[in-house]
């Protein structure tokens, strides 16, 4: 643990001794297993160890207002001495390349978490324990496919189920002093099988992803549920084109959450790529929608005490009654909005810093699913979307989706090769209702959605 | 499962700063490490085993608001480990080269196996390749940093001067290569040297308060040196801004079933989407695609004739060996109509009695092979183009797409437009905005009833994500007549 820690200080310094006016460096160690069985047998095995370590330097460069500082980054996974010296060479070489922008943030300074806090979190979010063990990982797998299978003669092939489990160790050091390393284990179940034959066949699935193998929903439960969502699939067809009512499951909500979140990117805000551009402060969404950025929550797979630049993160209300409240703003695209940094900078070890949130949750309402559909009457109801047909700049949306057509409030038959068209604004205008049945996805908790004036668009 | 293409630039691309001017062997790794390595991983029973060992370098420069402000490189290394038993397999992936990380993960990729007799120690011993299709070095060798900063900035200001509504301008110019040693469980050793460049621009147009967006791109395998000199880059960013340009005046497109004429190129992407996936030796050997058991059918109309050919001089998704070692081929997968063959790795070819087709691709040393595409084309037919057009009563014409992704059970696929056109007796009326087209994959192909002479292949932007993982690969395709598709617009 601590080895990381030093490494990246190490590293940061020998930026400094090299001539960088300042630097910060991330690394990365993770350990995962895997285990995958299709048909009651292991159909593969798989063990990684990986790490990688990535600097990003700041050269001072005369620029036309001045000392002006411009930046370069790179990554590699030899962590020995001479890995680290020749990393730092290629660092500044490119860093004399890179063009000085007035706007740069150096890694000085930023609002970290302090030694109380350090010692908090490591307290509450320790883990000692492996997340999972490879058998109870492999019996896990093999209960969750069987439970499928058996659920009903009419499932008949399987994609398999896999289980795996994993540690990653991150840690981060910046010029100013500051040097601090997490842990986060993660572990996840998933199954997929098919039913029905030929031209009729249907395939769904279902998993769970948690902190630990323990925290997982029961094997079985996940292999019923995929069994139970892939027979209701079964004698699937088209339907006619429309405007209607859209129910989005909780699986499906979280792209709409997802594109939300790219449009709030300061980032892209900065770059004029989002149709949120001007839209803060304002209502986006009816004043039933409340959507929370939690870094701190005890079921989060998204907890973070610091992001990439090492500022402490908070828990942000994005939207607040419908408003939006603010952008996801990493240091650099705070100062060029001149806001408060967010702490929403998500970095890998290569390549510039990204925006990216914790924990998202949307705050759910109160009406079942059952009343959801009793609520649109005539619609649709959506379980699956494919497809990239999303216009981050525009919000012009036309997505492949499949689910239920819903007739005087109930499902009447699944549907599919259709697809449902519209505006993200509009969209998000246009939220007709909040569910009840909040379900959390690793690192986002989402109910269904209903939103009203949506195009399907199908065989006639 | 579902499977997908994009045009977006290469995201798990690895990277370099400085040129390696001989690429012989970047990992040193005595033979009889891996050797030893081979022994201990490998019990007597098992059908197949094989090291991977890869050293790649990645650089990119990146220009966004008039200035290359972005300039990074990644440099990674490690080996993976794969033990094949039936339709067993394990695996294990280490990126140190410690000689007990090394073992252990021998080990590790033998636990699927219970027996504990080892076949024979083997030498490691080279195997010279079939194919050159591409010079074994850093792409960006011969193209120092500041005259690649240098080219971001001229087309940065050739696209501003293009008309006064460019108001951003993004350019990206990236390159790797990737240095590969397999060796297979005889001992037999294929090295292969990959590179791979790729030059992306896009812009944002904005007039009355409307934004729009259109990008361009192109690469292959080859020297870097190649896209900073001639016209190209210029065409590129002319393209990017005459996409962007003319969605400032798209109108909704229709929602419902139509016929659709699809341009030639990157199109294409049809055919990775709607037959391409469902042919992978995978879905088949275990039955879960809708083309399953369908060898010797009609899925297509006649005249039509799908290639995967992963042996074409520096394209994109060619390959000399896949990442198994076995050569790459020409796959016919349909033949005038009739479904031919399968796209196989090893592993799927041997259980389905079958022979490997040089598709066994995956991301890194850190992925399990899995049964992937290279250049998946169709043949040119002999209608022109215009006459095909001139026989759209009331359809679209897609010239350009985003990216696509299918549900390989159900068939069912999708591909987005990027530049499409309302069509009315044969004329252009307009352009239509980004729409979805969703069809279904073994019965799309039927529908075709017009086939262009003009066979194109894709500028070199394709990337295709499978159980997570990335590769590069091509598509193809001459003008396209298909009588129906249902069209995702917004207005009913």
Known sequence: ?460 | MTAAVTNERLRAMKSAVHPSPTISSNISIADSTLSDMLHAMTPAGADDADLYVQYSESESLALEEGRVKHVSSSTHQGIGARVIKGEASGHAYTDSLEPSALMDAARAARSIAAESGSRAPVAVHATEKRHALYLPQNPAAAAPMPERKALLERLDGFARKLDPRVKQVFANVSSSFSDIRIVRMDGAELHDVRPLVRLNISVVVEQDGRRETGSAGGGGRFGLERMLVGEEPERLAREAVRLALLNLDAIAAPAGPMPVVLGPGWPGILLHEAIGHGLEGDFNRKGTSAFAGRIGQQVAARGVTVVDDGTISERRGSLNVDDEGTPTERTVLIEDGILTGYLQDRQNARLMGMQPTGNGRRESYAHPVLPRMTNTFMLAGSDSPDDILASLKHGIYAVNFGGGQVDITSGKFVFTTSEAYLVENGKIKAPVKGATLIGDGPSVLTRVSMIGNDLELDPGVGTCGKDGQSVPVGVGLPTLRIDEMIIGGSEA
Request: aromatic share 4%; proline share 3%; net charge negative.
């Open chain 1, 1 to 460: 643990m601590s080895d990381l820690k030093d490494i990246s200080a190490q590293l940061v310094e020998l930026a400094g001794k090299a001539g960088a006016h300042s630097a910060d460096a991330l690394s990365i160690a993770d350990t995962s297993d895997s285990i995958r069985v299709r048909h009651g047998r292991i159909e593969s095995v798989e063990h990684e160890d990986s790490r990688g370590i990535g600097l990003r330097a700041f050269v001072e460069k005369q620029g036309t207002n001045g000392k002006e500082l411009a930046f370069a980054s790179a990554s590699t996974s030899d962590v020995s001495a001479s890995g680290l010296t020749r990393l730092v060479e290629q660092v500044m070489a490119m860093a004399q390349i890179s063009e000085a922008d007035p706007d740069a943030v150096p890694p000085l300074g930023a609002e970290h978490p302090d030694a109380i806090q350090l010692a908090d979190w490591q307290k509450r979010h320790a883990c000692t324990e492996p997340a999972w063990q490879i058998d109870a990982a492999k019996d896990a797998a093999l209960a969750c496919e069987a439970a499928a299978l058996e659920h009903s003669s009419l499932i008949s092939n399987s994609e398999g189920a896999e289980s795996g489990f994993g540690r990653v160790r991150v840690a981060y050091a910046s010029s100013d002093g500051f040097a601090a390393s997490y842990e986060k284990t993660s572990a996840a179940l998933s199954v997929s099988v098919i039913a029905g034959k030929d031209d009729g066949m249907q395939r769904d699935y279902d998993w769970d992803r948690q902190l630990t193998g323990i925290a997982l929903r029961q094997p079985e439960d996940i292999g019923r549920e995929a069994a139970e969502r892939t027979l209701r699939r079964l004698g699937a067809s088209g339907m006619s084109s429309g405007s209607m009512p859209v129910i989005f499951e909780p699986r499906v909500t979280t792209s709409i959450i997802g594109h939300l979140t790219s449009a709030a990117n300061g980032r892209a805000v900065l770059q004029q790529r989002s149709f949120l551009g001007e839209s803060v402060g304002q209502a986006i969404f009816p004043d039933f929608i409340t959507i929370t950025d939690d870094p701190d929550h005890p079921q989060g797979l998204g907890n973070r005490l610091f992001d990439g630049e090492g500022s402490r993160c908070k828990r942000l209300q994005l939207i607040e009654k419908g408003r939006l409240t603010a952008f996801l703003t990493d240091r650099y695209a705070a100062g060029r909005l001149k806001t408060i940094p967010g702490g929403h900078a998500r970095r890998g070890l290569t390549g510039d810093i990204g925006i990216g949130c914790s924990n998202l949750i949307l705050q759910p309402g109160k009406l079942t699913q059952e009343a959801l559909l009793r609520d649109i009457g005539n619609g649709l109801l959506i379980c699956e979307l494919i497809g990239f047909g999303v216009n981050g700049v525009t919000g012009d949306y036309s997505r492949g989706a499949s689910g239920f057509l819903v007739e005087d409030g109930k499902i009447t038959r699944p549907v599919q090769e259709i697809t449902i068209a519209g505006n993200l604004k509009d969209m998000f205008q246009h939220v007709r209702h909040v569910g009840s049945d909040l379900t959390w996805f690793g690192s986002m908790a989402v109910p269904s959605i209903a939103i009203d004036g949506l195009t399907v668009a199908g065989q006639g």
